[in-house]
């Protein structure tokens, strides 16, 4: 596994003085592309061969929260490629070695210039050295959106929302979806399905609405209405 070592900064964390769990996904999607980076698979070999890595889904589960100043150490692993798909784990622990957090991410690789799928070539077939997955319980990538919910605020996509690729970063939608839920409560469990990427200028309108178990849905729809990414946050205590 890959790691890197890190200290929760007073920047990542809520009014609790916790780690967010936005702050958290951002540790987690660093820490891939540190990984890419140090094997010589980063952002350049990518950008010379018009590919990019997009996210298809996260699923995220938090046992504790750390607190500001706490240091954690960070994790990843490459576990499968199917076709132009890779499957990556991640996991935080605290100084113990203890868990806070672990992931389940899919991922698919594209021609930027066709937008169609590519397969990853040797290099990065040798480079991401497969490893066995986490135990963990692992949910299906699909998330099913109930019809009970409603309409919230539009959002209009701006500079900030944006990263390398050029579209919404997978971790902005996070925080859109949040935002448009509106309340402060413990994420036990993130789900997130990205089905369409959306760019600089367009309008996203959260769709929120509650499964029969509690959990909160918000589906994220373009001014075509589209859904581009859906969004699952379970709440629950820390153990």
């Known amino acids: 596994m890959y790691t890197y070592q890190s200290r929760i900064r007073y920047s990542e964390t809520d009014e609790n003085g916790k780690l967010r769990l936005q702050s958290l ?4 999607q660093d820490c891939s592309t ?4 140090d094997i010589g698979l980063g952002l350049e070999y990518c950008r010379e061969r018009h590919v990019v890595w997009v996210m298809s889904s996260w699923q995220i589960v938090v046992e504790r929260y750390p ?3 706490e240091r954690v150490t960070i994790g990843t692993l490459p576990y499968d490629f199917k076709g132009f798909v890779g499957y990556r784990n991640f996991l935080m622990t605290d100084e113990a070695g203890n868990r806070l957090a672990y992931a389940n991410t899919i991922w698919g690789l594209l021609n930027v210039d066709t937008g169609k799928p590519a397969i990853p070539d040797e290099n990065m077939r040798k480079g991401y050295v497969l490893e066995p997955r986490l135990d963990m319980e692992y949910a299906p990538r ?3 959106i109930p019809d009970n919910g409603a309409t919230g605020e539009i959002i209009q996509i701006k500079n900030h929302h944006l990263d390398t690729n050029h579209h919404v970063n ?3 939608f996070i925080r859109i979806a949040m935002d448009a839920l509106g309340q402060n409560y413990k994420v036990v469990q993130l789900r997130a399905e990205y ?4 760019f600089l200028g367009e309008t996203l ?3 929120i609405a509650r499964t029969e178990e509690g959990r909160h849905v918000i589906a994220l729809n373009n ?3 589209d859904v581009c990414c859906v969004v699952e946050l379970a709440e629950g205590k820390e153990k």
């Not at 540190?34 to 980076?37: A, C, K, N, T």
């Open 34 to 37: 540190f990984h890419s980076e």
């Open 170 to 172: 997978n971790g902005q």
């Open 25 to 28: 996904l951002d540790y987690f």
């Open 195 to 198: 089905k369409k990427q959306v």
């Open 223 to 225: 001014g075509q209405g």
């Open 67 to 69: 607190a500001m100043g």
């Open 205 to 207: 309108t959260p769709y």
């Open 142 to 144: 699909k998330i099913k």
